[in-house]
């Protein structure tokens, strides 16, 4: 089965007869006289939710579409508002989408029986590459693509920001894991004091790292919860800011159960090496050197 | 300044971690700094190339940003030619064509260009095309090796392809007057360039003289604001942008680079403080007893505040240095991530260095260096000297 598509770039202005206001911009002078009668046979048309409300237009209003600005207009009547499936590939891109039917917009474009594109359903076992081989060898002047292509070729901006993404993570993790490591170093020499009296009081060395070794698990545990709570509110903000700000439901940053799970494994890992090599080289400092008296 | 450096040498690791830390810091807050502007400057500067400050486009799109095309260009043209300030204007046209290669077609983005005023190419060998020059065509070099041909050679260029009499609308041999450089091109792309008629004919939009965009170029001194202004007025039909308000809307776009530029340079200035402020707290707390013996033979308390800021300035301008290197490192690297986005410029970089920008971080890091010091400095200065003594003797 195939069904054809057509594309086209159109001005709107919402009809001044059966109300709303027209836009702030728009350069077509609305259609505001139909005779009685004619709305029935208006070509119906679909608006997309943001341009419904750009429009101020509700279903049952009529829009003047045209081509370019002065051009000649045609009225349509509203028939839906729709919400676009979240396309990440168009979110940055602000622009307001319709639907007509095709042959209502192969008549407002001039060109009859024209048409971008068309989408093939395959029967039930046909190769899709083979089917676009076969298309392409028996005719001229149009690519036969499978879709799972199409799909790949229109991921590759987010292959780029995903790549991206990753590059900058690896800093972070990098720049975390010094931190880290500093951290953990001061805080087991802050314990030097307490180190040395306990082995000067007879305290093993193996009780003392054990001791340290623990007290930096502790610090570790705590301070991934606080970060991963951190994490889970800032993504919550992100969310919330960016689908404001495109107007749109896609979700822009999620916490998946394998991105917790690397990160408190990151930190606790870090944490204890970092307190371990800390604990070991405190334990093997004599307890006079520790006490400042060495 | 010397009494700094040997405090931060008595502790080798612990200061060698924390000028790791305040390098990779730096380095992330480096990138991010030339992240944030330096796409816009990057973009900015390719729009201007060519010194056309102005482009006129169908209304409601930017540039090649939809398959909209203006018709009337001769008209508009001699419109946007009457303000006197305008000192040139270019139209061009973009489109889909194919050329013939043995049995095969190759397809080929083709422009139409007025050679004596256009900002879309800069010619990199042979001849460029002369103005009415409806024989011969420039080629990319990417297009140059995807049809097999060199300066000097004729190739077959078919426009308007029809599926349904497998023939071309129309075809027409050309010249290869010179090899260019494209300049919106991404990388690889094929493309060719002819005078704008020849291109009207290929893409069949010759009857109504259809063109994609026009260039303006402003006399030296005009007002370029009141200039749009007026072409504008005089152009209703168009959409009439200053490169100014082009890098605005480009802005925009990407909203989400310069915002995660901003949120990764802040977090990596906070863990700089973070960092210098704890290693230099407990080292004060480590030397208590050194600075209250100090205060105790006369040393004020001004010159302790000062020794402290002074340590970690040091540590931080240190780590800093550090960072710069390593920043213009990850910056190459990231960059060359980025500009494989699809239908990129070729010419646009996302990490462009600007003096401003890298003085700004450079004054940024001083201050968080300074800042991260306050406390600790505070601490040592407040430091009881009698307890303090009494407490080191026992």
Same mark, same amino acid.
């Given at each position: 089965?195939?069904?054809?598509?057509?594309?086209?770039?159109?001005?709107?202005?919402?009809?001044?007869?059966?109300?709303?206001? =027209?836009?702030?911009?728009?350069?077509?002078?609305?259609?505001?006289?139909?005779? =009685?009668?004619?709305?029935?046979?208006?070509?119906?048309?679909?608006?997309?939710?943001?341009?419904?409300?750009?429009?101020? *237009?509700?279903?049952?209003?009529?829009?003047?579409?045209?081509?370019?600005?002065?051009?000649?207009?045609?009225?349509?009547?509203?028939?839906?508002?729709?919400?676009?499936?979240?396309?990440?590939?168009?979110?940055?891109?602000?622009?307001?989408?319709?639907?007509?039917?095709?042959?209502?917009?192969?008549?407002?474009?001039?060109?009859?029986?024209?048409?971008?594109? $068309?989408?093939?359903?395959?029967?039930?076992?046909?190769?899709?590459?083979?089917?676009?081989?076969?298309?392409?060898?028996?005719?001229?002047?149009?690519?036969?693509?499978?879709?799972?292509?199409?799909?790949?070729?229109?991921?590759?901006?987010?292959?780029?920001?995903?790549? $991206?993404?990753?590059?900058?993570?690896?800093?972070?993790?990098? *720049?975390?894991?010094?931190?880290?490591?500093?951290?953990?170093?001061?805080?087991?020499?802050?314990?030097?004091?307490?180190?040395?009296?306990?082995?000067?009081?007879?305290?093993?060395?193996?009780?003392?790292?054990?001791?340290?070794?623990?007290?930096?698990?502790?610090?570790?545990?705590?301070?991934?919860?606080?970060?991963?709570?951190?994490?889970?509110?800032?993504?919550?903000?992100?969310?919330?800011?960016?689908?404001?700000? $495109?107007?749109?439901?896609?979700?822009?940053?999620?916490?998946?159960?394998?991105?917790?799970?690397?990160?408190?494994?990151?930190?606790?890992?870090?944490?204890?090496?970092?307190?371990?090599?800390?604990?070991?080289?405190?334990?093997?400092?004599?307890?006079?050197?520790?006490?400042?008296?060495? | 300044?010397?009494?700094?450096?040997?405090? +931060?040498?008595?502790?080798?690791?612990?200061?060698? +971690?924390?000028?790791?830390?305040?390098?990779?810091?730096?380095?992330?807050?480096?990138?991010?700094?030339?992240?944030?502007?330096?796409?816009?400057?990057?973009?900015?500067?390719?729009?201007?190339?060519?010194?056309?400050?102005?482009?006129?486009?169908?209304?409601?799109?930017?540039?090649?940003?939809?398959?909209?095309? +203006?018709?009337?260009?001769?008209?508009?043209?001699?419109?946007?030619?009457? %303000?006197?300030?305008?000192?040139?204007?270019?139209?061009?046209?973009?489109?889909?064509?194919?050329?013939?290669?043995?049995?095969?077609?190759?397809?080929?983005?083709?422009?139409?260009? %007025?050679?004596?005023?256009?900002?879309?190419?800069?010619?990199?060998?042979?001849?460029?095309?002369?103005?009415?020059?409806?024989?011969?065509?420039?080629?990319?070099?990417? #297009?140059?090796?995807?049809? /097999?041909?060199?300066?000097?050679?004729?190739?077959?260029? &078919? @426009?308007? +392809?029809?599926?349904?009499?497998?023939?071309?609308?129309?075809?027409?041999?050309?010249?290869?007057?010179?090899?260019?450089?494209?300049?919106?091109?991404?990388?690889?792309?094929?493309?060719?360039?002819?005078?704008?008629?020849?291109?009207?004919? &290929?893409?069949?939009?010759?009857?109504?003289?259809?063109?994609?965009?026009?260039?303006?170029?402003?006399?030296?001194?005009?007002?370029?604001?009141?200039?749009?202004?007026?072409?504008?007025? #005089?152009?209703?039909?168009?959409?009439?942008?200053?490169?100014?308000?082009?890098? #605005?809307?480009?802005?925009?776009? &990407?909203?989400?680079?310069?915002?995660?530029?901003?949120?990764? @340079?802040?977090?990596?200035?906070?863990?700089?403080?973070? &960092?210098?402020?704890?290693?230099?707290?407990?080292?004060?707390?480590?030397?208590?007893?050194?600075?209250?013996?100090?205060?105790?033979?006369?040393?004020?308390? /001004?010159?302790?505040?000062?020794?402290?800021?002074?340590?970690?300035?040091?540590?931080?301008?240190?780590?800093?240095?550090? /960072?710069?290197?390593?920043?213009?490192?990850?910056?190459?690297?990231?960059?060359?991530?980025?500009?494989?986005?699809?239908?990129?410029?070729?010419?646009?970089?996302?990490?462009?260095?600007?003096?401003?920008?890298?003085?700004?971080?450079?004054?940024?890091?001083? #201050?968080?260096?300074?800042?991260?010091?306050?406390?600790?400095?505070?601490?040592?200065?407040?430091?009881?000297?009698?307890?303090?003594?009494?407490?080191?003797?026992?």
């Amino acid at each position: 089965m195939m069904k054809p598509a057509g594309i086209a770039a159109l001005l709107l202005v919402l009809g001044g007869a059966q109300g709303g206001s =027209p836009p702030e911009a728009g350069p077509v002078p609305p259609d505001g006289s139909l005779p =009685p009668g004619t709305r029935a046979s208006l070509p119906p048309i679909a608006l997309e939710r943001r341009l419904a409300r750009r429009l101020q *237009a509700t279903v049952g209003d009529t829009v003047a579409l045209s081509l370019e600005p002065g051009g000649p207009a045609r009225a349509a009547l509203v028939v839906a508002v729709y919400e676009p499936p979240s396309d990440p590939a168009r979110v940055a891109r602000r622009e307001y989408g319709l639907r007509l039917h095709l042959p209502d917009l192969a008549a407002l474009l001039g060109a009859e029986d024209r048409v971008d594109r $068309f989408a093939v359903a395959l029967r039930e076992g046909v190769a899709p590459e083979s089917a676009a081989a076969r298309f392409n060898r028996i005719a001229f002047g149009f690519r036969a693509v499978p879709s799972v292509a199409i799909a790949n070729q229109a991921s590759q901006t987010f292959v780029v920001v995903s790549r $991206f993404h990753d590059a900058i993570a690896v800093i972070s993790v990098v *720049a975390s894991a010094v931190f880290l490591l500093c951290i953990m170093l001061l805080k087991v020499e802050e314990r030097r004091h307490d180190a040395a009296l306990m082995r000067l009081i007879g305290v093993r060395r193996r009780t003392i790292f054990g001791a340290l070794l623990l007290e930096a698990v502790l610090v570790a545990a705590v301070g991934s919860g606080l970060g991963l709570g951190l994490a889970l509110l800032a993504s919550v903000a992100t969310n919330a800011y960016y689908q404001r700000f $495109f107007d749109t439901s896609l979700v822009f940053s999620l916490v998946t159960p394998g991105v917790v799970a690397f990160s408190v494994a990151l930190s606790l890992g870090l944490g204890v090496a970092a307190g371990a090599l800390a604990a070991w080289r405190l334990v093997r400092t004599r307890p006079v050197v520790l006490w400042g008296r060495g | 300044m010397p009494a700094a450096l040997r405090n +931060l040498r008595r502790h080798p690791m612990r200061s060698g +971690l924390a000028l790791a830390g305040v390098a990779v810091t730096t380095a992330m807050l480096l990138d991010m700094v030339l992240l944030s502007r330096g796409i816009e400057r990057s973009f900015e500067r390719l729009l201007l190339g060519r010194g056309y400050q102005i482009r006129v486009s169908p209304k409601g799109t930017l540039p090649f940003d939809t398959e909209a095309t +203006l018709a009337g260009a001769t008209a508009l043209r001699r419109t946007l030619e009457s %303000d006197p300030a305008v000192e040139a204007v270019g139209p061009f046209l973009g489109t889909s064509l194919h050329a013939r290669r043995g049995d095969s077609l190759v397809t080929l983005f083709g422009y139409g260009i %007025d050679p004596a005023a256009q900002a879309l190419y800069q010619l990199e060998e042979g001849a460029d095309l002369a103005p009415g020059d409806t024989a011969g065509v420039l080629l990319s070099r990417p #297009a140059a090796q995807a049809i /097999g041909a060199g300066i000097g050679d004729t190739v077959s260029l &078919l @426009g308007r +392809l029809d599926p349904q009499t497998a023939s071309a609308a129309v075809e027409r041999r050309l010249v290869v007057r010179g090899l260019a450089r494209w300049l919106y091109d991404y990388r690889g792309q094929p493309s060719v360039g002819t005078v704008l008629a020849v291109m009207q004919d &290929l893409a069949w939009q010759r009857a109504e003289d259809r063109v994609s965009a026009m260039v303006v170029r402003v006399r030296e001194g005009a007002d370029l604001e009141a200039v749009v202004e007026r072409l504008r007025a #005089a152009a209703p039909r168009a959409e009439v942008n200053s490169v100014g308000e082009l890098v #605005a809307h480009f802005r925009q776009r &990407l909203a989400y680079f310069r915002q995660l530029s901003s949120i990764l @340079g802040t977090i990596s200035l906070g863990v700089t403080v973070l &960092l210098v402020a704890t290693l230099m707290t407990i080292t004060v707390n480590e030397r208590l007893g050194e600075i209250a013996t100090l205060r105790a033979i006369g040393i004020g308390r /001004g010159t302790i505040v000062r020794g402290v800021l002074a340590e970690s300035l040091v540590l931080t301008v240190a780590g800093g240095g550090l /960072g710069v290197g390593l920043g213009s490192v990850t910056a190459r690297y990231l960059d060359q991530i980025l500009t494989a986005f699809p239908g990129l410029p070729a010419a646009i970089s996302f990490f462009v260095p600007e003096p401003r920008s890298l003085a700004l971080a450079a004054g940024t890091l001083l #201050a968080t260096g300074v800042l991260a010091g306050v406390y600790p400095a505070v601490l040592a200065a407040r430091a009881p000297i009698a307890a303090t003594l009494r407490a080191e003797a026992t």
